[in-house]
């Protein structure tokens, strides 16, 4: 009976698709649910999952799921995982940890302390009230000034939102933006955060300024440009990134060590051209992250450039390489 109950809970449940994901959250919601986010091409990933398979044996009664980052897109950007290895936690259904990189020993106290904290309600939900509270205040602060509206700047969804992007491009200020519609709990717990009922709101420095209202009060009265920061800071800031060498390359991650596939993938085809380039981290700085896919109009990472003009992501490269046009383009020569 004991080695049967070993075997049945010791394996590690590894998922495939978002749907599957939010079967498994609702499954296993009285238990503490371990979910590694990882990717093939990680070594430190490798790593992590034997210790996952040991703390499964160790934890019976934890269930510990294994989720390929790049292969379920929905789920990764919904927990806004931007490197692999991450860790979340779930208890009835809810986020409530989260554990970024490799460290094993770390997994291992968060596992022990989130399983012996006993059963969850009432206490266990107000960890992820602390946990979304916690979220807020990232998104809020994600760039200087920040919009939370109905759909995108491109495309807005409501007619407040899109008044109010206009309003913003019009003055030349530098935005990030969140759509509320992508995500419920966020579209949710803002309107409790802020105390502000309806959308679009605008945010800078992490303090809400107001709705659309205050805003064309602000822009009547004057004021709008004192309080917003103007985009030439940033966009100055940009010219001297993408020119700081002759070949500059942004990604997620380093020469040294790349966080996602696609980065991975560039840095071995930049590497066997044998041509010196330069990269920069966008998961180092959010304003750079979000205001190159403006200043670019280029929506994905990553991004390289030669001699401050843009070539193109990871597809454009690899024709580039396959047309045997890359070199000369690397050498400025096209």
Sequence with gaps: MAAGAAEAVAAVVEVGSAQQFEELLRLRAKSLLVVHFWAPWAPQCAQMNDVMAELAKEQPQVSFVKLEAEAVPEVSEKYEISSVPTFLFFKNSQKIDRLDGAHAP????????????????????????????????KLTHAAPCMLFMKGTPQEPRCGFSKQMVEILNKHSIQFGSFDVFSDAEVRQGLKTYSNWPTYPQLYVSGELIGGLDIIKELEASDELDTICPKAPKLEERLKVLTNKASVMLFMKGNKQEAKCGFSKQILEILNNTGVEYETFDILEDEEVRQGLKTYSNWPTYPQLYVKGELVGGLDIVKELRDNGELLPVLKGEN
């Design 106 to 137: 770390e997994l291992t106290k968060k596992v022990q302390r989130h399983a012996s904290s006993g059963s969850f309600p009432p206490s266990g939900n107000e960890h992820p009230k602390e946990d979304l509270n916690l979220r807020l205040k």
